[in-house]
């Protein structure tokens, strides 16, 4: 009796262990539902193949993710050729696949062969508008200076983008607007805009009516879909890359096209939609739980409010400690207060979005920079109100405290700093309310919170999605206010709360 049971620990122990000793590969994939579709494939194939699987997905452009997995923060990503040479690799990547897989290995990458179709980017307009004015290709742009274009926000930026297709095709149009993607597609729809950039796999091609507009100046390059991973992934987990190896040629612009269609319009999740390619091309069978909506929505609404407070109560407390002793220095060394208050304020003026892609090497991704981005932005208002609040105290008052013979250390605790208390409660306050505001931006380097169903919202055109991030981030702004309008009561002296009489 004892031996089965010794030998039944040993094996559940052998297994434990083979368990634990599985290697962890991390997906990635873009803001945009063709890419958290492939990275489902990807993330389907890596647990057929007995790999413990992490999919981050919506992690912004290109840069973001590329930046990630040369850092090591993911392992593997889709991306697209046309991308990777002029973008990634700044048009010095060179005109053929191998090349551009060359210079990539000179950097720990490697460029797996395309998948099977061309996500080209495409210039659209609504058939009935193209047949109205006679446009057919890009070429004919140019004799309509008047109309409306909106781009995306990406795409305005790329070197194969915007600037680049103006300069080739001369186009004269100063109406140009930058924007979300997913967003321009229904500017088109209302008629605010003419003509948008899209991908040539989008479903909303056929479902909106445009008609892609001819290349005939062979602008854009091929942008054939393939993956890149890192080198070192080949011996981590050689099982997985020779999985996904098999989805060489598998993909073609059809299929993905009926992808898309599926994730987008018919609202099916990414994680289903994946699956079913995976069954039907490979014969990978993959258990995909679906939670009825309420219990997905409440279980995303507990996650989302459990990440967006650990991003604002560890900044913002951060902050403070930071920010108050900032500011008494700045008031008690008044040589030192415009350069403080300068570089607070520049600091103030970076941009989110290219800050938290500038931390992405140095910190990775998640949590950790989104906490640092979101503390540097809470500076100005604590120090600047912390500064204020104790130059502005009556000069009476400063001075009975000297007359006392107080010193400086007590002079500040037991004096200054409860005078000078409304003006910093006030400036936390608002440091608070932009923190909450701003944290949403976090969920593009996957740091989650209430970003994360707004940029999912966004991506699927999905009004509901938008206000499961956007209501409660408004609610948790409320309800920091109110809890500072308590604080208030404890930190600032009664004398200093009594309102005038009306």
């Known amino acids: 009796m004892l031996f089965p049971l010794l030998a039944t620990a040993v094996v559940a122990r052998d297994c434990v262990a083979a368990d634990n000793a599985a290697p962890t590969v991390t997906v990635g994939s873009k803001a945009f539902t063709e890419s958290v579709v492939l990275g489902e494939v990807l993330a389907g194939l890596a647990r057929d193949s007995g790999v413990r699987v992490n999919h981050r997905a919506e992690l ?9 997995l040369k850092a090591g923060e993911i392992d593997i ?15 010095e990547g060179g005109k053929s696949d191998d090349a551009i897989r060359a210079r990539l290995a000179e950097q720990g990458v490697v460029m797996s062969r395309p998948v099977g179709f061309n996500n080209t980017y495409v210039i659209g307009m609504l058939e009935s508008r193209a047949a109205e004015l006679g446009i057919e290709t890009i070429s004919d742009l140019a004799d309509h200076p008047e109309l409306h274009l909106g781009f ?32 321009a597609y ?3 729809a209302s008629g605010s805009l003419d003509a948008i950039d899209l991908y040539s796999t989008d479903p909303e091609i056929e479902s909106y009516d445009i008609r892609a507009l001819a290349d005939d100046r062979r602008f854009f390059p091929v942008y054939d879909a393939v993956i890149l991973y890192r080198a070192d992934l080949e011996e981590r987990a050689p099982k997985f890359v020779e999985s996904f190896a098999r989805l060489v040629g598998a993909i073609d612009a059809p299929a993905m096209i009926a992808m898309n269609l599926r994730a987008r319009v018919d609202r099916l999740p990414e994680p289903q939609v994946a699956a079913a390619f995976l069954k039907d091309s490979f014969g990978i069978s993959s258990e995909v739980q679906v939670k009825s909506k309420w219990r997905r929505r409440l279980a995303r609404l507990a996650r989302n409010t459990r990440e967006h407070l650990l ?14 002793p900032l500011g008494v220095l700045a008031y008690r060394r008044p040589r030192l207060a415009k ?92 440091a608070a309310v932009i923190n909450i505001g701003a944290a949403t931006l976090g969920a593009l380097i996957g740091a989650g919170g209430y970003g994360q ?26 309800a920091a206010q109110a809890l500072f309008g308590w604080a208030e009561r404890w930190l600032v002296p009664a004398g200093l709360r009594i309102e005038p009489a009306s």
Do not use: C
Request: hydrophobic share 50%.
């Open 60 to 68: 912004g452009g290109s840069q973001v993710l590329f930046g990630a």
């Open 77 to 91: 990503y889709p991306d697209y050729t046309g991308t990777i040479a002029k973008e990634l690799l700044g048009g």
């Open 152 to 183: 995306s926000d990406e795409f305005m930026e790329r070197s194969d983008g915007w600037a680049g297709l103006r300069a080739r095709y001369e186009l004269p149009h100063r109406r140009v607007r930058g924007m979300d993607h997913n967003l």
């Open 186 to 188: 229904r500017g088109l």
């Open 311 to 324: 991003l604002v109560a560890v900044s913002l407390s951060a902050a403070v400690l930071f920010s108050v």
């Open 339 to 430: 350069p403080i208050l300068g570089v607070v304020g520049v600091i103030q003026t970076l941009p989110s979005l290219a800050l938290l892609v500038f931390m992405i090497p140095l910190l990775g991704l998640g949590a950790e920079p989104a906490i640092v981005a979101l503390f540097l932005y809470s500076l100005l208002p604590i120090v600047r109100n912390t500064y204020s609040g104790l130059t502005q105290i009556p000069g009476p008052l400063r001075e009975a405290a000297e007359v006392l013979g107080l010193p400086p250390r007590t002079r500040l605790w037991k004096i200054e700093l409860p005078l000078a208390s409304p003006s910093i409660l006030a400036g936390v306050k608002t």
């Open 453 to 478: 169903p707004i940029l999912t919202g966004i991506r699927l055109a999905d009004t509901s999605l938008i206000l499961q991030g956007a209501i409660p981030a408004a609610v948790m702004a409320l």
